[in-house]
């Protein structure tokens, strides 16, 4: 990683990521608005009367809104309303209860409020959602998550954590019964805070200083400043990572396949190391989950991929990742690529114009315009090298216009069809690992498979061209540019990394004599 060599521009980066995520993170006057709101249906909910009940309700916020991860969401390309999440557990014994009663219980009891009523949208598959439109346009979404307590004890789980698992209520879709579910939102909230509880001690006084300066109306001291509003790099970094996700993946094919915000959260969590700034932790936690292998951040065992929930091991995030044919694996590898070039972009900005180009493009319009107009004047990449924080090439670098790459052997006629490249490297002891096109550099003497993934009727054959660029290969007399056929089942090939820098492979799909479809150069970097 280069992350920790790179010059002044990434304290630049690190101004902007933060300033990104402090334009997406909710004002402290809104905050306070919507505590006012969840305090006022709580207060309402602790005064129902609940058969079996054996003692007062148990409300608190979970989610985003007590993580301190929350930003405003997209829909439809949109901004959209605040998603606050609370939980309402009733103290009643599974046992001597049902899902159907304790998510009735709940319906009923905000139905009997004249306001409620009003605001209560359809009933969902896990809560019930009160809609407020607020005066200042920016409303709230305020889902009641009804629930029972359910203490369950896991090996190598903190008791304190795991025993404040309760029994959320889940409606089938197939005939609207009820089952119940596992949840446990405050030990996962506590979990969350010992990640980054060091950094948030040392950062919580001087932050709660500067929002009561800067919201006098709001808190009568220092004190009154909720824990809740202090952001430590983590956080920050969370918030960044979910907006880019957002907008990266809104007019996608396979935007329903976007990484879900708990895995997030998750991996982010794990990664982190009381890293000082969003910058470093963003970057840390990519390289990271690139490495899920030997960080184990992410497990993949007899082709099942695994991210546990750190307070109930038995509930795997990535189980739907595991579905026939699910495009959620590829969708997330995408987004951390995504990234990594998006963030290679922003380091590299060298005039206001790039600059606001990158961040609208990873952040959205809005934001990326305000936040770009107060950089014009400190652009991370003005007169500096092109470099890139996560050993790749950075795109103004890439070239491809070698003397010893060979000419396509064949006419190439646009067509309707298309190929694309898919690669995994094989290192001794670890399984298959699929990375993409200009991923960070691989070590060498690693085995490489390359597969071709075409759309073209047979007969056809695949070759492929093989490019290596570098002071190495030139020193060893071998340099390579030209074409090789296919290694098993007509569209594979295989290599190995020997010399360092940057290659790249190509396949070209045969027809009739004919290149009918090229999948474009592949980049491979090597240490």
Not at 2 to 12: E, H, S, V
Not at 148 to 163: A, E, G, H, K
Not at 253 to 277: C, F, G, H, M, V
Request: hydrophobic content about 35%.
């Amino acid at each position: 990683m280069n992350y920790k060599m790179i010059d002044n521009r990434t304290l630049i980066v690190n101004s902007i990521l933060e300033q990104i995520a402090e334009e997406l993170d909710i004002p402290p006057s809104k905050y306070q608005q919507a505590v006012d709101r969840y305090q006022a249906v709580g207060r309402w909910l602790e005064g129902g009367d609940y058969p079996g009940s054996t003692g007062t309700p148990k409300i608190y916020p979970q989610g985003s809104f007590r993580l301190g991860t929350v930003v405003r969401p997209i829909r439809e390309g949109k901004e959209c309303d605040y998603d606050i999440d609370l939980s309402c557990e009733l103290i009643i014994p599974k046992e001597r209860t049902t899902p159907q009663d304790i998510r009735h219980f709940i319906g009923n009891r905000l139905k009997e409020h004249g306001k409620y009523k009003k605001l209560l949208d359809d009933e969902g598959r896990r809560c019930w959602t009160l809609l407020y439109a607020e005066e200042d346009g920016t409303g709230f979404h305020l889902d009641v998550l009804p629930c029972v307590p359910d203490p369950s004890i896991f090996d190598n789980v903190d008791q304190q954590l795991s025993l404040q698992s309760a029994a959320l209520t889940d409606r089938r879709e197939s005939d609207n019964g009820y089952d119940w579910g596992f949840t446990n939102p405050a030990g996962y909230a506590d979990w969350f805070a010992q990640r980054q509880r060091v950094v948030f001690s040392r950062t919580a006084s001087l932050r709660k200083d500067q929002i009561f300066r800067e919201n006098p109306t709001i808190y009568a001291s220092v004190d009154d400043v909720p824990d809740q509003l202090v952001r430590t790099p983590l956080q920050r970094a969370i918030q960044v990572l979910k907006r880019h996700r957002d907008i990266r993946f809104a007019d996608q094919k396979n935007s329903s396949d976007r990484p879900i915000s708990i895995i997030i959260n998750t991996l982010a969590a794990l990664a982190y190391q009381q890293e000082p700034d969003a910058y470093t932790t963003l970057a840390n936690f990519l390289d990271r989950v690139q490495r899920y292998q030997e960080t184990e951040l992410i497990r993949c065992e007899d082709d099942e991929w695994i991210i546990a929930n750190p307070v109930n091991p038995n509930e795997n995030f990535a189980d739907r990742w595991n579905d026939p044919g699910s495009g959620r694996p590829d969708a997330f590898f995408q987004w951390i690529n995504w990234l990594q070039e998006d963030i290679d972009e922003i380091l590299n900005a060298s005039t206001s114009f790039e600059l606001e180009r990158s961040l609208q493009g990873a952040f959205g319009d809005s934001v990326g315009k305000r936040v770009a107009g107060s950089f014009s004047s400190s652009l991370p990449g003005r007169q500096l090298p092109a470099v890139s924080a996560f050993g790749r090439v950075a795109k103004q670098l890439l070239r491809f216009d070698f003397a010893h790459r060979q000419a396509p052997k064949w006419h190439v006629q646009p067509t309707r069809y298309t190929a694309k490249v898919r690669a995994k490297y094989l290192r001794n002891g670890f399984r298959p690992t699929a990375f993409r096109s200009n991923a960070p550099a691989l070590p060498k003497h690693v085995d490489l498979v390359f597969e071709a993934e075409v759309d073209v009727p047979k007969p056809y054959t695949v070759y492929w061209q093989v490019v290596n660029t570098g002071q190495e290969a030139i020193r060893a007399n071998c340099l390579r540019g030209d074409f090789y056929d296919s290694n098993k089942a007509g569209k594979t090939r295989e290599e190995r990394t020997e010399y360092s820098g940057m290659h790249w492979v190509e396949c070209f799909v045969v027809k009739n004599d004919v290149c009918v479809a090229r999948s474009g150069e592949f980049v491979v970097n090597i240490l």
